[in-house]
């Protein structure tokens, strides 16, 4: 199983209700992702696959296909996933947990990491902005 790239079909996706930034993705090949767009928009935070707890070295991942992911409303980042087999699994991810920002903080936040980037050094821009 490839753990790198993504080839695989997402099935579902879901933008964490606390954080404007934030989504999960879950997909074909059993992956779970979280992405924060604030801080990097080519590769997720997180990308997690569930490992078979038989196997003593940890070192083979259940392959079920994951259809269904959920935030919960809650502060703390828990989220829920469905798979293929009908299991429902409860996730708590650490360090990505936000401070609370008013709904104006949390559209900036999603409209700066969205923003067109004209592919400037950052040396171009402050020389024009110091002009």
Avoid at 67 to 94: E, H, K, M, W
């Amino acid at each position: 199983m490839q753990i790198g790239k993504l080839k695989e079909q997402v099935n579902d996706i879901c933008w964490a209700p606390q954080t404007s930034s934030v989504f999960a993705s879950v997909a074909n090949d059993g992956r779970i992702e979280i992405w924060d767009l604030a801080l990097d928009l080519l590769a997720p935070k997180v990308t997690w696959f569930d490992k078979d707890n038989n196997d003593p070295t940890g070192m083979t991942f259940i392959k079920h296909a994951k259809t269904v992911v959920r935030f919960t409303n809650a502060i703390s980042p828990v989220l829920f996933t469905g798979n293929v087999c009908g299991q429902v699994d409860v996730y708590r991810s650490y360090g990505l947990e936000h401070v609370k920002v008013s709904p104006e903080d949390q559209r900036k936040r999603l409209m700066d990491a969205i923003k067109k980037d004209t592919f400037e050094s950052k040396e171009t821009k402050k020389s024009e902005d110091e002009e």
